[in-house]
Each structure stands twice: as structure tokens, then as C-alpha cells.
């Protein structure tokens, strides 16, 4: 299969590009700058030159190719109207191209968006309204009358591995400026995780076989207590660990303040079942111990 990636030299989707490129599939990968490029054709990828803004080569990218699989997303949270708007665009352009073919289109979100109170979240739960990445689903989802095979992957609060440079890096930077590692309220509450790598292994099982309509949950860990995380920042930093009120937290954190007051626990059960998903990576404490989060380049 021939399959277009987007965000094809990120975190998450250079490790998709690797994942699909060993099971024997070809890829062309998007990349917005000659940085990305040369990373997506060193990989063994084909290069598509273009940007989420530049929906002509989103177009392209989707109409030269077998499948899709969109990972990109501009996290621009000083601006949520903009980014939302983007991820609509994009992926109607997807869908438009795909309408009537048959062909999979497997888009990104976030099991934040899903998190239950007093429960983990399911695949079948309906996302909650109020988080931006919801229009990922529903956009994608609304193509699946226009025969495209749609497909939603939920991924967990923190992708994690070397290179990670989302929620887990920032906590501990803040940890290493305030000089102490901190969690809110008891810290109870709790984080799914993935491995990049075992998320990637989802990504291709989702492109390959996932019917249309179908969400996929990537947690390899239903939920890391995030107090634990802060006892393994404040020992490899060398800083006290200690709580702080909830309502402080987005003082404290910045914007991840937000999401690490969520108690994020969700289940992968129905995903691991229906598509014989194994995650086989160190989870996300295992990794954390390793020490390559804490060596600054």
C-alpha cells in the first residue's frame, strides 16, 4: 500500500513512517521544511513538500496514495480558534480526496478528550465537547457516509521515548527552573502512556484493518499516577517533591497545568481484542528511570 503521512518527520510520525515502511508498505511522507525532508528521505520515505496551511499538497498527498494516515496537528494553545479551524480544513481536504474510494484515512486524537470520572474510558465513549481535538473525530467520522474508510486512534496524554517533546519534557523543565518537582492535590490522578513505538505498531493495524468508523484507544498503561512521575523528576534532579493546591497548578505548569489535573485512565481492552494490539515497550516510569529525559542536548 502506498500511504501518505503527515507530520511524517514529528516524534509520533517518524516512528509511523519506520513501522509502515518494515511491514512492507511505501511511503510519501509530508515535510514543510528541508530539515523534515531530509529526515523523512532518510528514512527511505518519498518526499512531499507542503505544510497543514497548504491544502493543495494535502491533496496531492492524499490523491497520490492508497491510504492516509494524519498525525500532524499544530498545538498552538495561545490560539485554540486557529488550530481547531486548521484540523477541519485539513481533514476535510483528506476526506474530499478519499470520498467514494474506499481507501483509509486514520486520524489522530487525544484520550483526554474521552477521560470518565470514576471509570477508564472506553473506545465506544463519546468525546467531550469542550477539548479542542474533538473536531478531529467528527470531522473524520463524517466522511464515513462518503465511503471512506475513517478511523480515530485516541492517543494518551504522553507519547513517550527519546526525542519526546511534549507534556513530560515541560514538566520536568519547570521542575529543573522552580527547583522542585511538583504534582497537584494528592496526585492520585492518573496518566495513560504509550510508547512512540508501540503507538506506531496501532497506527499501521488501524491503516490496514480498521473499519470505517472505528476508534482505536493507544494505551499501552491505563493510568501512571502523576504523583509517581514527580518522585522520578524530583530524584533524577535532585529536587524536593511535594504537592500543590489543584487550582494552582496552571500557575505553576503553564498550559499543561490543565491536563495534569485530569485523572486520564483509560482502557485499551476492546482495541488490544478486535485488532491483536501487544504493546511490548518499557512503559512510561521504566522509561522516565533510563535518564535520557533528563540530559539536556
Not at 60 to 89: K, L, M, P, Q, W
Not at 139 to 152: K, L, M
Not at 211 to 228: I, K, M, N
Not at 283 to 292: A, M, N, Q, S
Amino acid at each position: 500500500m502506498r500511504v501518505f503521512v503527515t507530520g511524517a518527520s514529528g516524534f509520533i510520525g517518524s516512528a509511523v513512517v519506520r513501522e509502515l515502511l518494515d511491514a512492507g508498505h511505501e511511503v510519501l511522507g509530508l515535510a514543510r521544511s528541508d530539515e523534515g525532508a531530509a529526515a523523512v528521505a532518510t528514512a527511505g520515505a518519498q518526499v512531499l513538500r507542503g505544510s497543514l496551511e497548504d491544502l493543495d499538497s494535502l491533496r496531492r498527498g492524499a490523491a497520490d496514495s492508497d491510504g492516509v494516515v494524519h498525525t500532524a496537528f499544530i498545538h498552538d494553545f495561545a490560539n485554540h480558534g486557529g488550530a481547531i479551524e486548521t484540523e477541519r480544513r485539513v481533514v476535510t481536504a483528506l476526506g474530499e480526496v478519499l470520498a467514494g474510494s474506499g481507501r483509509p484515512l486514520v486520524v489522530s486524537s487525544g484520550s483526554v478528550v474521552v477521560a470518565q470520572p470514576g471509570r477508564p474510558a472506553t473506545e465506544q465513549d463519546p468525546s467531550d465537547p469542550s477539548w479542542l481535538r474533538l473536531v478531529s473525530e467528527e470531522t473524520a467520522f463524517a466522511f464515513v457516509d462518503r465511503g471512506v474508510r475513517a478511523s480515530v486512534l485516541r492517543l494518551p496524554p504522553t507519547v513517550h521515548g527519546a526525542g519526546d517533546r511534549g507534556f513530560v519534557p515541560i514538566i520536568i523543565d519547570v521542575a529543573r527552573e522552580k527547583g522542585v518537582s511538583a504534582y497537584p492535590g494528592d496526585g492520585a490522578n492518573r496518566w495513560a502512556a504509550v510508547h512512540r513505538l508501540d503507538a506506531a505498531n496501532l497506527f499501521r493495524l488501524a491503516l490496514e484493518s480498521a473499519p470505517a468508523g472505528t476508534t482505536l484507544h493507544a494505551a499501552a498503561e491505563e493510568g501512571v499516577p502523576v504523583r509517581e512521575i514527580a518522585e522520578v523528576v524530583g530524584r533524577h534532579l535532585d529536587v524536593p517533591v511535594r504537592s500543590i493546591p489543584g487550582e494552582e497548578s496552571a500557575g505553576h505548569f503553564g498550559f499543561v497545568g490543565q491536563f495534569l489535573r485530569r485523572d486520564v485512565w483509560v482502557s485499551s481492552a476492546w482495541t488490544r481484542e478486535r485488532f491483536g494490539w501487544q504493546p511490548v515497550r518499557p512503559g512510561l516510569i521504566v522509561d522516565l528511570e533510563k535518564g535520557h529525559y533528563f540530559t539536556r542536548p
